[in-house]
């Protein structure tokens, strides 16, 4: 195996990461505040819609964008006002949501199945580029690529050192304590929410004019859910969440070298196109079973914690419930 | 005071017309003509008996799994892998139909058994995998789904395709004897719509009337507590998710057996996520799945028409249900917010 | 600052939790607020510190009226409440939990942030590390991180709610001393809620007492102690009696248990207890005996030792072992882990029933429900569902749902919440179980409640346990020492800091 061709691989495994970078770091956004956003398979596959007819009729991939961002931003809303001001189950309201979006998708999107459309420009950052290994790697792609490469560094710089970011944990871990000290935990919630729906908008865009150019039925096929639980496989950490996407986009990479040499061609294709769910199940399993509880316990007591520390992550304490005044 | 009755009749009712304003929206942005369309719906639907047979027998599958997850929703689950279990419920009784050559009668009483048992087999995994390994059944159930869908397609591409070259087609159709038989011409088969109805008046007394039924409801409002007082859990929940899966997994049987006659990649169409929808409008009482299967049952089959008259994709037919469903969600929000409302200014007076 | 409170009225649906109460808090003063549990003592602070509006009545600033939506504005005037469960974020660190109500710029200053909470740690001797997880601190420890908040944003008024519940005898002193200072030399007034008579006589330079919503008198220090037990209860307490009891046979023996957990291991316990006998199980919330407790109930998992009930070695066992083996564990939670809300009370009873039919008899179950209400004094019918319940209805519906016959009983805080009348009741429903032959093991943190109501009493500190003391022969001063770690005898003004915990 040559170099040029690990670079290529590692920078096609950056770039096909990025629609699962992206939501899984705006599902942060809206968890960490205390939302759970479960529409987001149907979301991504609506917004991914929305911004191939909007740049294909228009022309314009800006518009495309900032479409799909609006629709992912819009049902993030529907989540948060059914969940905040209706106190509604946000399980059972981003469950009907995502066949919703998704049947709304395949509706909307029909006139659009298979048509060659535009596309994100290519564009590589000057100078950067240029660097051996990381330049190729980092930053030879389209805005979309960057884009979520900074989300990762905006998301936890916000959360963790600026004092806005604070009430955002806060309102997520206790809302009642940050009600005590001032906080709007409600209208906090509603704008997190939204702000996280955008960036799975965004997602959704990245895929139909970037990762997996156009449109066509089932597009999307299950991306939200895996991003869903590379929230909870990364601890709620925006480091940790990012470093689960790139190793799903990793696996998902040596997935499609085996399938293409000849010494795996007697496997069926099948197998290669749900392993990703399988993996999903088994990377949850790690992060919670209690099988790893009892490992963990036959090791002293120190490594055990600094392991439990750096591989598990504890959900926002207010997670998925109704914050009521008084 | 008769105002406000007024208003809550208004708003139990609210839903439904909200619901196709929407779908109306949608038909509009595609420039289509919503009146037009959903008589195309009705008229697919309804215009012959052949057709209400056709609607019937989509209700067969809905009313199962409906029935189903009334029991993993009373336990507090949210059996999301339905689909998965139809799959494998499917699998099983092809296996049968394939391999055992025997008269109608036990062959279909095999087919039967062994649909339940693959479904319950799978509905036990997502619940093995949450008892045992705390991942959550909606992921476990969806990552199943996704297994269960490599699972068939690979089996019709390869120990089980077609002797002349594998195809989206599926297997070959089944020996004569594992058909479930219809009703003359019409493609409806009575011995599954009986099926359905006793499935579904069995888990009715069975939620109402047994300890089992108790317990899975204990469970259901409060895991801890009904744990502290002596309710088994771990086997609890499984038997939950087995019966639901077992039930699944005979719609999956009556699916390939008195549908197709063959195996499909598409044996589960989705109808594990429709059954949800329908288990969330009943609010998981068995009485109400059979009315609201009918009426998702006569869109799925109205809506392909669509597709040939009027050139719109049959899609639509998911948007309403769905959105039934939401607006279910939000206007039950709502009048709950009205009361608290009412409560608080009566509190204040 | 002087606060009045003017004719306040709250009401919760039906029950008047404030019925016209009026107040005067003077500058540099401490003022104690002292009433039974549910006398309307937290209600009322809530209202003064703008947790809860009050439906009529004012609160007025030096004569000025004041009105306040929230506890943020409330704290704007100066007024600031400390909850008996501190308002904090657990999983975030000290420094971040300070910084997040005091610092609004958008980048908060880390640096002046930390200078300033050592700085006010040090005046006040609270040593707080500022990088270390809230969840990882006591109890004492998370309150004067709250305490350090309130002062830093310049909190006049200091309402502290029920504070010595769950800390240890050194954070009290200090805590007392802390309180003293910021009255007596800083001018500040501080609002002492409590149930605990000799905290009260102890600290406070007044005293008002509520019952049932309503003021029933008001004293200066010194106090007579006798007059305000009448102020609280309407009566003087007659003293309860120890009925002697023979133990019988060992039913729960313990020996070298370790139940290990991520907080605390709780280490090599040995106790054997006989029947008929009641051991309270004292200590910090944290400090193991709730792991202990829970560990006898075969619902922790153990590392080593053994558990042995009624002789047979139940260790490992799974949780339905010990309940046949005639093991019953009540949860302090009564409508988080006792009852399942939502249910009936015919439906808890039928539930309870482990061994009865597999098809459900409802007229049966709803007229063994209607007898068990009528003996256990339940105010409710088989079809109410247990929320509807009070505290202390629901508490007697879980004593009714026991087993008839038990070998070892054991409860968190039986009478958390409950007033006098009840939780008397409670105790007498425990006390015949014992006399039937029950062993009885309960925690509580009301270390009057522990020497009063137990033969013997067991001290947790660190997740380890004290050799078993006879509870006639301890004080409560003994018992706060070994709760904070210390021998007994130690002396009070060598105790500077708390022991560490967890």
Redesign the interface.
Known sequence: MDTSFLIQTLASIVAASTPVVLASIGETISEKSGVINLSLDGSIALSAMTAFAVAFTTGSVTLGILAAMAVGAFVALVVAFASITLRQQQVAVGFVLTLLCADLADFLGTPFVRKPGPEMPHLPVPYLSAIPLIGPILFDHNLFIYLSMLSIVATWWYIYKTQPGLKLQGVGERPEAAFARGVNVNRLRYLYCVVGGALVGLAGASYSLSIKLGWSHRHTFGIGWIALAIVIFGGWNPWRVAAGAYLFGLFKALGSILQRNPAFSGVPTQIFASAPFALMIFALLLVSSEGVDRLLALLPVRLARALDRAMRGRPPGGLGKPFVQG | MRVSKLTDILLTLAPLPLALAFTSL?LL??GGSPLEAYRQILAGAFESPAKVADVVTACVPLVLCGAGLCVTFTAGL?N?GVEGQIILGAIFATWVARHILWPQAPVLTLMVLAGMLGGALWGMLAGL?KV?????E???G??????A???V??LI??PWKRAEGATMQGTDPFPAPAWMPTLGRLRVAPLAVILALAALVVIYFALR????G??L??LG??F?????????STPRMLTAFAVCGALAGLAGAIRCSAVYGRLIPEISGGLG?LS??VA?LSAYRPQWVPPIALFFAALGVGSPRLELNLQ??S??G??T???V??AV??V???R??LARRRALQE??A | MRIELVDIHKHFGPVRANDGVSLTLEPGAIHGLLGENGAGKTTLMKCLSGYLSPDRGAILADGQPLSFASPAEALRHGIGMLHQDPLDFPQMRVLDNFLLAFDHRFFPDRRRGKALLQELGTRFQFNLDPDAEVMSLTVGERQQLEMLRLLALGAQVIILDEPTTGISAPQKAQLFATLRRLAEEEGRSIVFVSHKLEEVEELCHRVTVLRHGKVTGEAEAPFQVNRLVEMMFGRSLPPTERVPVTPGPPVLEVEGLVVPSYQLTVEGVNLCVRAGEVVGLAGLEGSGQRLFLRACAGLERTAAGCIRVGGRDLTGAPYRRFLEAGVAYLPAGRLEEGLVGGLTLAEHFALAERRGPFFLNWAAARERAAAHIGRFNIVGRPDTPVEALSGGNQQRAMLALLPSRLNVLLMEHPTRGLDVESSNWVWEQLLARRAEGTAILFISADLDEILERSDRVVVFCGGRMSAPLEACRTTVEQLGYLIAGKDVGCEAGNVRRETEVG
């Open positions: 949608a942005i595609v949210w999301v995998l045992y390994g705390r991942v959550h909606i992921f476990g969806l990552g199943l789904n996704y297994v869908q490599g699972l397609i690979w591409f390869n009337g047994t300890r089992w108790l317990e409801k204990a409002k409060n801890r507590a009904a744990f502290l007082l002596g309710v088994p996520y949800l929808l969330l719109l994709d899609s639509i998911g948007v249900e769905a959105s469903v939401l969600l939000l039950n929000g709502w709950a917010l509190e204040a």
